[in-house]
């Protein structure tokens, strides 16, 4: 949550209610949008000195706009080029894809060749799962390959579309 918001801060300056406007929008269908989730977030970066506060009054009533600091931006870039944990891979993938055009060309490149390096790791992780015959033989086994199956699908398709992402990026550093 905390990195998603240093995004959104990277692009302007937020309240907290523009923040949780943001994220209903769903750069991530992991994310949650709620008051009390992103109040904690924030309170971290501001520990943490990723972003700072300042108070203003618009029509008459207090609000708190947020800028993310240079610590922040720092944090940001670097929490974009780290591997994605296999975990998280799908949901980390898709905010930090969200998010991608605020790196630099060369930056972008990086992420995403460290991208298709991990998907080839996670198909071929997949691809060599051993099974006893004594599972192959229960009835619900075929079903049980099917979700292997789509899984192995899924990671195809998303390959396929970082591969042809990495051919547009290379296309505009020519």
Request: aromatic share 10%.
């Amino acid at each position: 949550m905390e990195n998603i918001i240093l995004g959104f801060l990277l692009m302007k300056n937020l309240s907290q209610y523009e923040i949780k406007k943001a994220l209903e929008k769903k750069p991530s269908p992991f994310i949650s949008a709620s008051l009390g989730s992103i109040q904690a977030a924030l309170k971290k970066l501001l520990e943490k000195g990723h972003i700072t506060m300042q108070a203003t009054i618009e029509n008459g009533r207090k609000k708190n706009i947020y800028q993310i600091t240079d610590n922040g931006k720092n944090s940001f870039h670097e929490w974009m080029l780290m591997e994605i944990d296999e975990y998280n891979f799908d949901h980390l993938l898709m905010s930090k894809l969200f998010f991608l055009g605020l790196l630099p060309l060369e930056n972008q490149q990086v992420f995403v060749n460290n991208i298709i390096d991990q998907l080839n790791e996670i198909n071929e992780d997949l691809r060599s799962v051993a099974v006893s015959d004594e599972l192959l033989a229960h009835p619900i086994a075929k079903f049980q390959f099917k979700t292997l199956d789509l899984a192995c699908e899924n990671y195809k398709q998303t390959l396929k579309f970082f591969t042809n992402l990495k051919k547009e990026l290379e296309n505009q550093s020519i």
